[in-house]
């Protein structure tokens, strides 16, 4: 099969590859679509430690298993393959598995490929009807679907008439964003510092999109979600958060600085940290896209996988417009 392989630092190649073999309890998924991630990107700049190379990026995924029981089943795929015994799996909080481990990270090569292996379990049937391409946003989606989650928790269970706030403007944060819609979040806006997404996401996407510069800092919010991760982003998301509020910090830009603990103290602010989702967030996701109850989903570009590492360059020069680009074996 061919496959996109991270070489090096900022180095792409489109070759030929072993084809997977499936495991016990594992079906064959061929490729329909698979989004870049910023994760993706991380590796390909070469700041991912876990990521070494040679390697197969890309975990956000559907496509059609091929083979056994479930031949032909148009499928979107968790990529988070946890071991389903330990007390983080049995509690329900089987994200935080210390035995977690991910396609596109050692030992399990990733999605920028034909084919990929996933245990059945992480497969989620999708309707007919539904495009895979939509389909393959299930990840990114779901990890705002699980942060408005524990928001919800933490704001005791009712975010209905809340005003909050999402840094970023890729899939992540419009993921979060559509989640906080559905949720019953009436006041929403969403910080993009690039005008190119910005004037992208208020055409395709009805939120309100604003740039950072705009922000009246003078006006707080319930609930700030950080899809960046960033010191100046948490220097936001720390000075605009009201007395008693609440933020989830999603984004892994940076591992430190920014947070003003003097004022979430005082103020008694929760911070938050979010990692993925669980598989039932996972499966939530899925069946509220399938419902329509996220929007259209129509935030994306398509490219062929053969031109990956052209996809990737002109991510980093911040020239793509849509929130999400979606490669096609």
Request: charged share 20%.
């Amino acid at each position: 099969m061919k496959a996109l392989f991270y070489t090096g630092p900022e180095s792409l190649e489109f070759r030929d590859a072993d084809h997977p073999v499936a495991g016990q309890g594992e079906v064959i998924v061929k490729i329909d679509s698979v989004g870049i991630c910023g994760s993706d990107m991380h590796a390909f700049l070469g700041h991912d430690e876990r990521r070494p190379e040679p390697l197969i990026l890309g975990h956000e995924a559907a496509g059609t298993v091929v083979g056994g029981a479930l031949d032909g089943h148009r499928v979107t795929v968790n990529p988070l393959v946890t071991c389903g015994a330990c007390s983080a799996c049995v509690s329900g909080r089987d994200n935080l598995c210390p035995d977690r481990q991910i396609i596109s990270m050692p030992p399990r090569e990733g999605g920028f490929a034909q084919y990929v292996a996933i245990p059945a379990a992480n497969i989620v049937a999708v309707p007919d009807g539904f495009s895979l391409e939509k389909a393959s946003l299930a990840e990114p989606i779901a990890c705002g679907w699980h942060a408005v989650r524990l928001a919800n928790e933490a704001m005791g269970g009712d975010l209905s008439g809340k005003s909050a706030l999402v840094i970023g403007g890729g899939a992540i944060g419009v993921g979060a964003a559509l989640s906080l819609l559905s949720a019953g979040v009436q006041e929403l806006t969403v910080l993009e510092p690039n005008k190119t997404r910005r004037d992208y996401l208020i055409q395709n996407t009805g939120l309100r999109v604003i740039d950072p510069n705009d922000l009246d800092v003078k006006i707080e919010f319930d609930l700030v979600i950080d899809g960046v991760g960033m010191v100046p982003t948490r220097c936001t998301a720390s000075a605009v958060t009201r007395p008693g509020g609440v933020i989830m910090h999603i984004g892994l830009g940076a591992p430190a600085g920014g947070l003003d603990i003097r004022r979430l103290t005082l103020q008694e602010i929760s911070f938050i940290g979010t990692y993925t989702y669980t598989a039932a967030d996972f499966r939530a996701t899925a069946q509220a896209m399938f419902d329509g109850l996220l929007g259209t989903l129509d935030w994306y570009e398509t490219r062929p996988l053969s031109a990956g590492a052209q996809a990737f360059s002109d991510i980093r020069k911040g020239i793509v417009q849509a929130p999400k680009v979606i490669l096609k074996p």
